[in-house]
């Protein structure tokens, strides 16, 4: 059998290419899987909201962790 062998900086920049961040057409909507779940969903703007308010309250956070 013959390998195609990749190096990194190929597929680094295919990692950039715009046909890589399309999701594919006809794609099934499985919650948590293909889309985020509800959950995550609530989880998210939940951890945006927190953001704002203590960026608004003048507590900068050092580091920003997502979750």
Do not use: W
């Not at 927190?50 to 979750?67: L, R, Y």
């Amino acid at each position: 059998g013959t390998r195609i062998i990749y190096d990194r900086k190929f597929l680094m920049e295919c990692r950039n290419s715009p046909v890589a961040k399309t999701p594919p057409s006809h794609l099934p909507d499985i919650p948590g899987v293909t889309s985020p779940s509800v959950e995550e969903l609530k989880l998210e703007n939940h951890h945006v909201q927190n953001c704002e308010e203590k960026v608004s309250a003048g507590e900068e956070e050092q580091f920003d962790m997502d979750i």
